[in-house]
């Protein structure tokens, strides 16, 4: 007869650590007069940008998400994660240079850690992961001997 599988508390612990390190977050605006050298960045276009850079990326672009690498005062060169289209599809990219015309951005901003959705994001996770290992782990996530390993159980 099979035993039923039981997820350790260590298991447990692994899970809800790996959710901590991911983190949930915002994109804070910034003035497109300091865009950051080799941060992540994302830069909304506006309308007329749009058709600036279809050439590069295609039609349709609504934002594009990366690194900038290099800046003067017509604009700057962007290397390329991700375009997101007007319709909301998002298309990822490999890093591949855009030159962005200062007169195409719409606005510039940062990614930004939000503590307070990675903290709720993390909490409902660990939450569920203790639910599950109680309800597989026989109602105890430290086994039934309170986490020893006694010998004699079967």
Do not use: H
């Amino acid at each position: 007869m099979r035993r039923p599988v039981r997820p350790s508390f260590s298991a447990v612990a692994v899970s809800a650590a790996a959710v901590l390190t991911v983190g949930c977050y915002t994109y804070t605006p910034i003035s497109s007069s300091a865009v950051p050298a080799n941060q992540k960045t994302r830069v909304n276009l506006t309308e007329e940008g749009s058709f600036a850079v279809a050439r590069f990326i295609g039609p349709y672009g609504n934002s594009l998400d990366g690194r900038i690498t290099q800046t003067d005062d017509s604009g700057f060169v962007m290397a390329v994660s991700q375009v997101t289209r007007r319709t909301g599809v998002e298309e990822s990219w490999r890093g591949e240079p855009v030159r962005v015309p200062r007169s195409a951005v719409a606005s510039v901003s940062m990614p930004k850690l939000s503590r307070t959705r990675s903290a709720l994001v993390a909490g409902g996770v660990i939450a569920v992961a203790l639910g599950l290992a109680t309800t597989l782990g026989g109602g105890s996530i430290l086994g039934r001997n309170g986490g020893s390993t006694g010998s004699g159980q079967k």
